[in-house]
């Protein structure tokens, strides 16, 4: 196909503030200035003013690396019209990156409460060929330029007359922000702020006199759960502080959740220091997901998520469009969202054989097995911390007998549907059941894994992948062999 010359539109610049971003790439060069003050060491009055006699060079590298980044912004701009975004970067090597509108799967505009002073505001455009977790093109724009952007790009607008609105409940956002929270979640967020400004993280926990704190509590948690080794509550205390961190994290970016369903676009707004605006195409969405875990399921409590390119690409991000809900509402829900398909009326279904509970079962079970050997040897080695070992021992056994009773579930509730569209399927994976419903069309691959045992008892494995920029292989354990060939039958046909 002939790429021909655009028709002359107006070239916008990005907002001047993304000059700080260029010139952060450059911040190596302060080594020198560094170097050359090194000489002054130990510091005194004298020093002081000698190094102030000399302040030119650093100034000089301050200025040279500005300067580079204002060069790099200025040399990088956008066009954009009904048709197509445009993007022109590079100072020496020029690179132009084309974006067809009707090519869009997904935008972002964040407006993150440090830029709102600034009129500025993060724009992430995302295609189905965006490579995950990066977007197909980033912007930092002035306020009314996207205002500008918003004319010409369909996907920003969904304002028609027939868009609903559905707002979620502060309540049902704090339990959904508790529910999917966890210690290794904090433990990442605290990672990943000690990575980006690790100094400034160290410097505030000594402010806030961070050990202090924590040896306080420790003592007053002692006072009441006595007997138990001050490390281990320690310990305790660090676990309860990094899930707390992970649900305020979760809370700031689910709050003020809503949606817009439109004919052709769901908006989907979020956020409460940054706001963000999520714009998907319905016809780039590839399927639905309702997410429980075990407390969930007892209660009868769904999170609603799909599969969109562009969304719910980071590892700190779910693709939610409805935080929490009832089951029967999700399912009356999803019949409006024209994005997703749903099932009318399966006529082939199967379920996993429940004699074969084993494959299901025997990971929780060697993680029960290994813990508790594990435990024995500790104790034998060093029987001198059998307090410590038996703290270790049932913080490992507590989330393996949960994995056993999410498996044990599992078991009785597996299966897949099919009709004429579409094929739901409910599984489990790690401690989340998911109910999969997918359009015949989006899945591309099918296979069928069985043991030389499963075969001689006419049972399978069955992986199913859908298409999209991230493919993922969904296990349906121990399904009937006839149901299961019968089920690849209709799919490749």
Request: net charge positive; with cysteine; hydrophobic share 50%.
């Amino acid at each position: 196909m002939l790429i021909h010359d655009p028709p002359e539109k107006t070239a916008y610049h990005e907002h001047p503030i993304k000059i700080l971003r260029y010139s952060a790439k450059n911040l190596w060069l302060l080594i020198f200035p560094l170097l050359r003050s090194l000489r002054f060491y130990p510091f005194s009055l004298q020093n002081f003013v000698e190094w102030g006699a000399g302040a030119w060079f650093d100034l000089l590298v301050a200025l040279l690396i500005l300067g580079f980044g204002a060069l790099r912004w200025y040399c990088c701009s956008y066009r954009f019209d009904a048709v197509s975004i445009r993007a022109y970067s590079g100072v020496f090597v020029r690179q132009e990156t084309v974006i067809p509108c009707a090519r869009i799967t997904a935008t972002v505009e964040e407006h993150p409460f440090y830029l709102r002073p600034f009129h500025a505001v993060r724009l992430q455009v995302d295609t189905a060929a965006g490579a995950i977790p990066e977007a197909d093109m980033r912007l930092m724009l002035r306020v009314r330029d996207l205002h500008q952007l918003r004319k010409n790009v369909p996907l920003l607008q969904n304002d028609s007359q027939d868009t609903v609105a559905y707002h979620t409940s502060p309540w049902r956002v704090m339990l959904f922000s508790a529910l999917f929270s966890s210690s290794f979640s904090g433990a990442v967020y605290i990672g990943m702020l000690f990575v980006q400004g690790g100094r400034i993280c160290s410097d505030l926990l000594e402010q806030f006199r961070a050990q202090k704190l924590l040896e306080d509590a420790t003592d007053r948690a002692a006072a009441v759960f006595r007997g138990v080794p001050r490390a281990a509550i320690t310990i305790g205390i660090l676990i309860l502080a990094l899930w707390l961190i992970s649900f305020v994290q979760n809370l700031l970016r689910y709050g003020r959740f809503r949606i817009r369903i439109g004919s052709e676009y769901v908006s989907v707004h979020s956020g409460i220091l940054t706001r963000r605006r999520y714009h998907l195409q319905n016809s780039a969405m590839i399927f639905s997901d309702l997410r429980q875990n075990l407390v969930m399921k007892i209660f009868g409590m769904v999170s609603l998520h799909i599969r969109c390119p562009g969304y719910g690409n980071r590892w700190d991000t779910l693709p939610v469009l409805i935080p929490l809900m009832r089951k029967p509402v999700a399912q009356e829900f999803l019949q409006e969202v024209r994005a997703v398909e749903n099932m009318k009326e399966p006529y082939l279904k199967a379920s996993s054989r429940l004699r074969f509970f084993w494959s299901f079962l025997w990971q929780p079970l060697f993680w029960l097995a290994g813990v508790l050997a594990a435990r024995v040897l500790a104790l034998l080695l060093f029987p001198k911390f059998h307090a410590i070992i038996r703290f270790f021992a049932v913080m490992l056994v507590i989330p393996a007998l949960w994995m056993l009773l999410v498996r044990a579930v599992s078991l009785r509730s597996q299966y897949i549907a099919m009709d004429e569209r579409a094929v739901r399927f409910h599984f489990s994976r790690g401690f989340t059941f998911h109910t999969i419903t997918v359009s015949r069309e989006r899945i591309v691959r099918i296979e069928m894994v069985q043991t030389v045992f499963q075969k001689k008892n006419h049972v399978c494995h069955l992986f199913l992948v859908c298409n999209g920029t991230r493919q993922e292989r969904y296990k349906l354990t121990a399904l009937p062999e006839a149901a299961a060939r019968r089920i690849v039958a209709e799919l490749a046909g």
